[in-house]
């Protein structure tokens, strides 16, 4: 079949690369986002502060300090739409911890980094991971615990200071839409949380991502890289004593 000039316009009109969002294409290494340039863009790399305790001493753990639990009301995570911005335009977020909203198109691999900014961290998040973020100056055993607790329950997490956090609170668990924030690390919380807001996200996607500036621990496979058995070791509910088999690693 013969085609005119008139014809191919509206192939010529549609764009060479599209996703889902209609934004900048994730998971490429390219101009828009190579993951190593303009990064000032979201974070000076020469504020310490970011990661660094400004005082020799840790914050107290506060037993009395109840943790608080934030879901947005009225909010589908699968049905949420967001878009990736490219390097060259800034990304700002109305809440002190952001639980949703534009990001960077390349995310980074699953696991601990010496320090990660939200803009990248919040597309780990739409693909249904959960993040830990932590004061500078939290109490190392009490981060242990809680970090402990994470990479056990899941292979898609990343872990990374956030200096926000207050000294009544400075721990937190993130996923798509709600948050937990604690002084004290609650098993039963954490497992509950991460149980329920794993894979509740606009996308559940398993593919590592290629940003790894200052990565350093990747994360481990729990169940499989689909997590599709969380927090495998901890009984189905607080109250029952049995521990469920895990279903050998796959992809």
Known sequence: VEMTGWSLLPLLLLPLKVDSYMGAMMGVLNQC?????????????????QYTCPTQWSYAVREEVEEIYYAMPNFNAQKDVVGHKCMNETISYNDTIPLRGDHRPN?????????????????NL??????????????EDELSKLRTLLTGCIYRHIITPFNKLTEDRPLALVGWGARLIMSRVNQRSVVKFIRKHAHIAP?????????????????????SKKDLQLCPTHPPNPDDPTVPPAPPNSE
């Open 33 to 49: 986002d190579d993951g190593k340039t303009r990064l000032e863009v979201d974070w000076d790399p020469d504020d310490f502060t």
């Open 107 to 123: 995310w980074p691999v699953y696991g601990e980094y010496l320090y990660v900014p939200p803009q990248r961290w919040l597309h």
């Open 126 to 139: 739409e693909h249904g991971s959960i993040i830990l973020l932590y004061h500078p100056c939290v109490d």
């Open 203 to 223: 996308e559940d996607i398993s593919k590592n991502g290629l940003y790894s500036l200052h990565l350093i621990q990747p994360s481990q496979v729990v169940s």
